[in-house]
């Protein structure tokens, strides 16, 4: 397998994408605020067996475009498309990570038949609490102790990532430019977003999973009312991973992949 | 695929010369090892040795001989 690392042009773009693998029916990977695309290193080879997976680099984020709009989170669906238009992939699987996991969402509702299935991890937009405080923090970091203070809050445990996540943090923070664009998404989607209204989830046609971790302190585990409701064939959509915070692709890569890879290959049955 | 022919293609995919890498290693001396070659290694294990790596387990990787070891490639006592 070939890893690929484009820059692709389109009417809103230019996007950063990174895939590898071919054939099936592709894996879309969004990751979330404040991320990038490389969010996705422990799973991207193993969701690439059998079908093509690309992660890309969302508005104001990594290589892409760092023209975020109105900041609003949900006009990057429309965005989304246009990128899928480009790629020439008419129908993809959506995973999507914490801000990811709501703009999969809103793609869902946006464009519902480019959508075969949806995996929220850690999805914002789900339950109505977050921690909004730590994202308004996240673009404004004043030194290298709080940039290691936010990257350890997202682990349930000490990583060996903290470190270089921190570093990439405070680096991203201290340009200009993508602090203006994070800034105005954590004001447009965070700050001015009002109340979360519970997901209509019989609204979407796709099939749906949540994976999370149990020790998320970014987003907490919402209630069961906020979750999509059980089905004789699945008692629930929830996938809870122990001794992982807001990373559980990261912290508990091994059965969070699994997982996911075992769902698309079912919604492709 | 024995432990010289995985650390052959460790170099191809680091970009060494053939022959570079022993094992004895640290990863975070290697220029190449980053986030896209963490993704490659666990592409070309699960490709040549049809393992999947669990990635929390690579993220505590140190030396070269540390993914030997996630590989499943024989690492002399």
New interface residues.
């Given amino acids: 397998m070939r890893l690929r690392r484009q820059r692709i042009a389109f009417p809103g773009g230019p996007a950063s994408v990174l895939s590898l693998g071919r054939g099936g029916v592709p894996v879309l990977l969004l990751h979330g605020f404040a991320g990038d695309l490389l969010t996705w290193q422990f799973n991207l080879a193993a969701l690439a067996a059998g079908r093509r997976a690309v992660a890309v680099d969302l508005p104001g984020h990594g290589e892409s475009t760092l023209d975020v709009g109105s900041g609003r989170v949900a006009d990057f669906a429309p965005w989304v498309e246009r990128l899928l238009d480009a790629l020439g992939l008419p129908l993809v699987h959506v995973v999507g990570h914490s801000m990811g996991g709501y703009l999969a969402l809103c793609l869902a509702r946006h464009a519902p038949e480019r959508v075969a299935s949806l995996s929220l991890v850690a999805p914002a937009g789900v339950g109505p609490r977050f921690d909004v405080d730590y994202l308004r923090r996240l673009p404004a970091l004043a030194g290298m102790a709080e940039a290691r203070a936010l990257a350890d809050a997202l682990f349930a445990r000490p990583s060996p990532l903290a470190d270089r996540l921190a570093t990439v943090l405070l680096a991203q923070a201290a340009d200009p430019r993508r602090r203006a664009a994070l800034e105005t998404i954590v004001r447009a989607s965070f700050l001015d977003a009002g109340e979360t209204l519970p997901v209509d989830w019989a609204a979407l046609p796709m099939p749906v999973q949540l994976l999370w971790g149990r020790q998320d302190r970014v987003i907490p585990v919402p209630d069961a009312a906020r979750l999509p409701p059980p089905k004789p064939h699945r008692p629930s959509a929830l996938h809870l991973f122990d001794n992982a915070g807001h990373l559980p692709h990261s912290e508990a890569a091994g059965p969070v992949t699994a997982i996911l890879r075992d769902f698309l290959a079912a919604c492709d049955a | 695929m024995d432990r010289k022919d995985f650390l052959l293609a460790l170099d191809e995919m680091l970009e060494l010369s053939p022959g570079t890498l022993t094992g004895d290693e640290a990863l975070g001396a290697l220029e190449g090892w980053d986030?896209?070659a963490?993704?490659?290694f666990?592409?070309l294990v699960?490709?040549k040795l049809n393992k999947?790596v669990?990635?929390?387990?690579?993220?505590?990787a140190k030396t070269v001989a540390d993914l030997l070891d996630l590989a499943g490639v024989a690492v002399p006592a």
Avoid: N, P, T
Avoid at chain 2, 54 to 59: H, S
């Fill in positions: 986030s896209l963490v993704i490659s666990i592409a699960d490709e999947v669990e990635g929390e387990k690579l993220a505590k």
